[in-house]
């Protein structure tokens, strides 16, 4: 059984795959870097909570017909009275030594006192740039993007899936392009994963929107697997370590 078989529960694609047109939306549907398709938002009394101690780091690879094309990591720190989580995905795809698709995203967001104080990000999309700057105000959370501004509701996530409460959302804000996304949740159920060559059991997320896949947590909520489909293509999020 192949890697990515163990670790996502998914049948990789031919390597003939490969050869298809590769645009950011084959690769990434919209990526685990952007937000859900669904209808609302979760209510105030919903608000998540941040952790009070910054919990351990998450590296992935990620994977398309079995083959590495990049990585997606995440890390922790503390701030002043919360926590910072800084989300960096650098993938790029080569075809016959060429290279066919470049997909670069750094981005912080800053948590405290209940609710997410700030959000920055820049990505680099092939040949497109992006930036995102977002914080918190008096009537909810005001987004600055390279197409204007928008406000958010009090409560809003960010579509980084660090944790499992942001696929339980139903509006989150696209970390690419700053906008407000619906998402839809299409299911909810517990798995077996091989994370090395342990088994763990997690809970499985599928959501369905501008993405469709499923993401996975353990029991204490870290991210342990994810699987994007999009236009024929799988990506995988493959754990390390």
Not at 70 to 93: K, N
Not at 178 to 196: P, S
């Amino acid at each position: 059984m192949s890697e990515e078989s163990k670790v996502g529960g998914g049948s990789p694609h031919p390597s003939s795959a490969i050869g298809m047109a590769l645009t950011r939306r084959s690769i990434l549907g919209g990526g685990l870097a952007c937000s859900l398709l669904v209808v609302g938002y979760r209510s105030a009394s919903a608000a998540f909570t941040a952790p009070s101690l910054p919990p351990p780091p998450i590296r992935f690879d990620v994977l398309r017909a079995g083959d590495i094309i990049g990585s997606h990591e995440v890390d922790f720190s503390a701030v002043r009275d919360g926590l910072a989580v800084h989300t960096e995905i650098d993938i790029e795809v080569r075809i016959l030594g060429v290279k066919a698709f470049e997909f670069r995203h750094k981005s912080t967001e800053t948590w405290g006192t209940g609710r997410l104080r700030r959000y920055e990000s820049e990505t680099l999309d092939d040949d497109s740039r992006f930036f995102v700057n977002g914080r918190a105000t008096a009537d909810g959370f005001q987004i600055t993007h390279r197409k204007g501004s928008e406000l958010a509701p009090p409560e809003i996530m960010v579509g980084s899936y660090w944790t499992p409460e942001i696929a339980r959302q139903t509006l989150l804000i696209d970390p690419q392009r700053g906008t407000l996304k619906q998402q839809r949740l299409l299911g909810k159920d517990t798995v077996a994963l091989v994370i090395g060559s342990s088994p763990v059991e997690a809970t499985r997320y599928t959501v369905a929107g501008l993405t469709n896949g499923w993401v996975a947590y353990d029991h204490l909520g870290r991210w342990l697997s994810a699987e994007i489909k999009k236009k024929g293509s799988d990506i995988l999020y493959r754990l390390r370590g």
